[in-house]
């Protein structure tokens, strides 16, 4: 994340310049007479400089990016003009004055803020530093998050699998989505059910660590100690949250580090990610909030759900036989089911007051691509 706000030092582009190949001409001597013709006085390339200013009723052979020869206002592109035997230039008319001429500063005004502070730094934004001349940058430093999931019930990749067990997938999941963020991951491994261990792992974890995420373990059953071992070692802020998937989520904090612990039901982890975690993580490493642009498309599906809860439908997107652009609903609803997640391409937002969604019906469809 960019540290400050970043001040253009110089106008870029630095002089006037062709924005094509052709003919720069004083645009007078154009207007004079339709289809006049001009001979060639220089011929300037990119990176050269024209000997003098243009004389008038005369032309100069310019390339792109070439600086414009005193005098001159206007480029003809090559393929606009016809070049006699004799070396005549022949212009047509309707072209404007100062046409195909890159001015001092047209990109960017010298003392502006080009890039505010808190910015998320693109390949596009890295590409305008360049272009300032600049060579370094003031950044934040990475977040540094702790990622860990509970359960005697997984067990790591690599490892042996009991008749019982399953393979731990939300760990690596959001170790990926934070690395996208920037972060720096700590991976703490799978904990066990037990919470004086999650306390202690808290604790230790808090230590070296900006933020400190969980998968698991935060629900109501008796084998999940996640929130107690948080009331434990810190402090608990609020536990459940009214959205589906992914209703139990804890959110607190360990000796001032935040905590944030998601189901462990795999697309439920995604989404509470996405819609919280995201947030959190982007908050601490100074970014400029940047509210999701949802795309309206077309429902090709019928929906029911409570009132007062907002949910998430995973879906993806074809072309009706109109064209419009529609959602088309994963047939399945479990939160189990990571193929929902690899077969769609992204999620279409219902909000609380929603109840019913009808084949027909405009929805918010963000695609997964934006959400990094």
């Known amino acids: 994340m960019l540290a400050h706000d970043l001040i253009a030092s110089m ?12 003919y720069a001409v004083r645009f007078a001597d154009i207007v004079r007479v339709a289809g006049a013709s001009l001979t060639v006085a220089d011929r300037v390339v990119a990176g050269g400089s024209a000997k003098g ?31 006699d035997a004799d070396g005549h230039v022949h212009f047509p008319t309707g072209l404007c004055r100062g046409a195909n001429v890159r001015p001092v500063g047209e990109d960017i005004s010298a003392g ?26 003031q950044v934040r430093r990475s977040v540094r998050v702790a990622v860990f999931s509970t359960g005697d019930e997984i ?27 920037g972060c720096a991951v700590g991976d703490l491994g799978i904990l066990a059910d037990d919470p004086i ?3 202690d792992a808290l604790r230790q974890a808090a230590a070296g660590h900006d933020f400190i995420l969980a998968s698991g ?52 982890s995604f989404v509470t990610f996405v819609y919280l975690a995201r947030a959190a993580v982007l908050a601490l490493a100074g970014a400029v909030s940047e509210p999701f642009t949802a795309t309206p498309v077309r429902a090709a599906f019928a929906y029911r759900k409570k009132a007062g ?29 990571l193929s929902s997640l690899i077969e769609t391409e992204g999620l279409v937002e219902l909000p609380e007051s929603a109840i019913l969604v009808e084949p027909g019906a405009m929805v918010a469809f963000l695609p997964y691509l934006v959400l990094f």
């Open 11 to 22: 106008a870029p582009p630095p002089f006037t310049n062709s924005a094509v190949d052709g």
């Open 112 to 137: 502006s803020v080009i890039l505010p502070r808190g910015r998320r730094l693109r390949p596009q934004d890295v590409a305008v530093c360049a272009a300032l001349g600049l060579t370094e940058l």
């Open 217 to 268: 373990g935060v629900s109501t059953g008796e084998a999940d100690h996640v929130k107690a071992g948080v009331e434990s070692a810190g402090k608990l802020a609020f536990w459940r949250v009214a959205i589906k998937p992914g209703r139990p989520i804890a959110m607190g904090s360990i000796s001032g580090v935040p905590f944030m612990g998601l189901p462990g039901n795999p697309v439920a």
């Open 155 to 181: 067990v790591s990749p690599g490892s042996a699998r009991g008749p019982s067990q399953l393979f731990d997938s939300n760990r690596f999941m959001l170790a990926a989505m934070l690395r996208r963020l």
């Open 53 to 83: 200013s243009v004389p008038p009723g005369r032309a100069v052979r310019i390339f792109t990016g070439a600086p414009m020869p005193d005098g001159s206002d206007t480029v003809f592109m090559q393929e606009d003009v016809r070049v």
């Open 197 to 199: 261990l999650i306390a």
């Open 309 to 337: 809860r907002r949910e998430y439908v995973r879906a993806k997107i074809r072309r009706g036989a109109d064209g419009a652009l529609e959602a088309v609903k994963f047939p399945r609803e479990g939160a189990g089911l």
